[in-house]
């Protein structure tokens, strides 16, 4: 396979009627954007904080997402996605460090998270109607992580859909009765909905499906706005799902990630959730959203999800054109850089507790701050239940129950 570099790129929002949003270039190694004049027409802000609607050439002043603005960095897999990539190109002799941003947002396509496409898409498409296997595709997955196998690379990546994050996972298409798994990519079968469906990776133990099923129904419980999640039962494993909200039936829905948003590095965590209920207020100007936002940040720091990095905030862009906070998502117990949290309370990061969560309520006048966090109290009490339901293994039942002092 000859390497020919992506040089000129369109862009496209389909979420709804399909309309053209602008056009990606690639000059002199700097990314260029340029907005389509029907689209500023519109109205329609895809990106309000660092590309406003306005006409003329775009070259973002920092090098954060390698000189792409990060509205379409958010396209872009993370991790997993990204490996598979790289190791998919090299198969056919492409070196990966030739590729640039706009080659790997050509490999997305029609086909990533939230509702932006890119032409030319380079993509492939499975459209193939057979039910997915669970194990075979986690002790695939594995065999990656290993270094070994090169014949399944193409396969999943069809299959991770551009998802972002770095344990392995699949895009698919799960019927209602969650007995069946087909692929994802292809259109949506009558009687199923898209969900992402994880698979453990090699520092994991044993029950990290369950133990993130287990935090989803405990958010649930907390008043977190969670999509629907299930924990799949395979002959040798169980895996965690999700169902996604950055679609309905086979509409697209716009998306955009907090790091995208304001351009913070989720590499390097500099953020505080004063930052992020700022932001919340200043995109939704809705007290209700900042809410929402207060609840998952008392939920992250009570029960020691201490990986809330910039790049597990995200906003969609409702039918009415206003942004709203999106639901919880990656949550589970985790151990944060340094082992601090990675978004900080209040300034502080090592050990945040009740008392920075209420001065944080009190900071933003959250007058139904002292409700929500006694709500979140109460549920994350519940740990051992909600654990047993899901069935986490007694010795993480145990040491979680540690860590969060219940």
């Known amino acids: 396979m000859t390497y020919t570099p992506t040089e000129l790129l369109s862009v496209y929002l389909d979420a709804g009627e399909r309309?053209?949003?602008?056009?990606?270039?690639?000059?002199?190694?700097?990314?260029?954007?340029?907005?389509?004049?029907?689209?500023?027409?519109?109205?329609v802000e895809i990106s309000p904080i660092k590309l406003p609607l306005k006409t003329g050439v775009f070259v973002c002043p920092d090098m954060i997402?390698?000189?792409?603005?990060?509205?379409?960095?958010?396209?872009?897999?993370?991790?997993?996605?990204?490996?598979?990539?790289?190791?998919?190109?090299?198969?056919?002799?492409?070196?990966?460090?030739?590729?640039?941003?706009?080659d790997r947002l050509a490999y997305v396509g029609a086909h990533g998270m939230g509702a932006l496409s890119y032409e030319p898409d380079r993509s492939i498409a499975n459209?193939?109607?057979?039910?997915?296997?669970?194990?075979?595709?986690?002790?695939?997955?594995?065999?990656v992580l290993a270094g070994e196998n090169e014949?399944?690379?193409e396969e999943l990546l069809h299959l991770n859909g551009s998802s972002a994050g770095a344990r392995p996972k699949i895009v698919a298409q799960?019927?209602?009765?969650?007995?069946?798994?087909?692929?994802?990519?292809?259109?949506?079968?009558?009687?199923?909905?898209?969900?992402?469906?994880?698979f453990p990776s090699s520092t994991d133990t044993r029950d990290a499906g369950a133990i993130e099923y287990a935090y989803s129904l405990m958010a649930k419980d907390?008043?977190?706005?969670?999509p629907e999640t299930h924990l799949f039962q395979a002959k040798k494993g169980r895996y965690f799902g999700a169902k996604r909200f950055d679609r309905h039936?086979?509409?697209?829905?716009?998306?955009h990630s907090l790091s995208g948003l304001i351009?913070?590095?989720?590499?390097?965590?500099?953020?505080?959730?004063?930052?992020?209920?700022?932001?919340?207020?200043?995109?939704?100007?809705?007290?209700?959203?900042?809410?929402?936002?207060?609840?998952?940040?008392?939920?992250n720091v009570l029960t020691h999800n201490r990986d809330d990095h910039a790049k597990n905030f995200s906003f969609l862009l409702n039918d009415h054109n206003e942004w709203v906070f999106a639901p919880a998502y990656d949550l589970t117990f985790s151990y944060g850089p340094g082992g601090e949290q990675s978004t900080m309370v209040m300034g502080e990061g090592k050990n945040p507790g009740a008392e920075h969560l209420q001065a944080l309520g009190k900071e933003h006048g959250l007058k139904n701050a002292p409700d929500i966090l006694e709500h979140v109290q109460k549920a994350v009490s519940c740990w051992r239940k909600h654990a047993d339901k899901a069935g986490v293994t007694a010795k993480s039942k145990a040491e979680i129950a540690e860590k969060i002092g219940v």
């Not at 907390?222 to 969670?226: N, S």
């Open 19 to 43: 309309q053209k949003v602008g056009r990606l270039a690639l000059k002199d190694r700097r990314i260029l954007f340029e907005y389509d004049p029907a689209f500023l027409d519109a109205g």
């Open 65 to 102: 997402f390698d000189g792409l603005y990060g509205v379409f960095n958010d396209s872009l897999p993370d991790g997993w996605g990204r490996l598979l990539l790289d190791r998919t190109v090299e198969k056919y002799g492409i070196n990966r460090r030739e590729l640039t941003a706009l």
């Open 127 to 143: 459209t193939n109607g057979s039910d997915l296997a669970l194990d075979k595709l986690a002790e695939e997955s594995a065999l």
């Open 151 to 153: 014949e399944v690379f």
């Open 174 to 198: 799960v019927s209602k009765d969650k007995k069946r798994i087909v692929h994802g990519s292809q259109k949506l079968q009558s009687g199923f909905d898209h969900w992402i469906i994880k």
């Open 222 to 226: 907390a008043g977190v706005e969670m």
């Open 249 to 255: 039936g086979d509409q697209r829905i716009h998306m």
């Open 263 to 299: 351009h913070a590095d989720h590499r390097n965590p500099s953020l505080d959730y004063d930052t992020i209920l700022r932001v919340v207020l200043v995109l939704t100007k809705n007290i209700v959203e900042a809410e929402k936002a207060y609840a998952l940040a008392c939920f």
